[in-house]
C-alpha cells in the first residue's frame, strides 16, 4: 500500500511539473485552453467533458477540442492541465447581455474589466 501512495504521489508531482513547464511556453495560453467550454471559469463543467472524452482521438476541427495539450490523444496530461487552473477565470472574453450582467459583472467577487460599445 505504501508503495502504490508513494508511487501516486511522484506521478501527480511530475504530472504537475509537466504542466507547469507546459503551461509556462509562451505560445500556449494555458489557463484560456483550460476553460474548454469557453465560459471564462475553469470549472466541474471544463472537468466534465474532458473525462467524458478520455482516451479518445479527437479530430482537428472538433470543437471544443478536449485535447488541450495537442498530443493526439485525450489523457491524464489534459486532466492535470483543467486541475491546475480549476476555479480560476479563464481571462478568456466572453458577453455579457442586459440579462446577465447583473449576474456576471456586478455579482462578481474579482475585479471584471468590462468594455462597452455600440453599433453606431
Given amino acids: ?11 501527480s508531482l511530475m504530472l504537475g511539473f ?7 511556453n509562451e505560445d500556449f ?3 484560456s485552453a483550460a476553460d474548454v467550454n469557453t465560459d471564462g471559469f475553469v470549472n ?9 472524452h478520455f482516451g479518445e482521438m479527437p479530430t ?3 470543437s471544443p477540442n478536449p485535447d488541450i495539450n495537442t498530443d ?5 496530461l489534459d486532466l492535470v492541465l483543467v486541475a491546475n487552473y480549476f476555479g480560476q477565470t479563464s ?8 440579462e446577465t450582467f ?18 453606431f
Fill in 91 to 98: 481571462g478568456i472574453p466572453f458577453e455579457v447581455t442586459d
Fill in 29 to 31: 495560453d494555458a489557463r
Fill in 18 to 24: 509537466w504542466a507547469t513547464s507546459y503551461a509556462e
Fill in 60 to 62: 482537428e476541427d472538433q
Fill in 102 to 119: 447583473d449576474d456576471i459583472v456586478l455579482g462578481s467577487e474579482l475585479p471584471i474589466v468590462v468594455e462597452f460599445k455600440s453599433e
Fill in 1 to 11: 500500500m505504501k508503495k502504490l501512495v508513494c508511487s501516486l504521489l511522484t506521478l
Fill in 72 to 76: 493526439g490523444v485525450v489523457n491524464i
Fill in 44 to 52: 466541474i463543467l471544463d472537468l466534465t467533458f474532458i473525462a467524458s
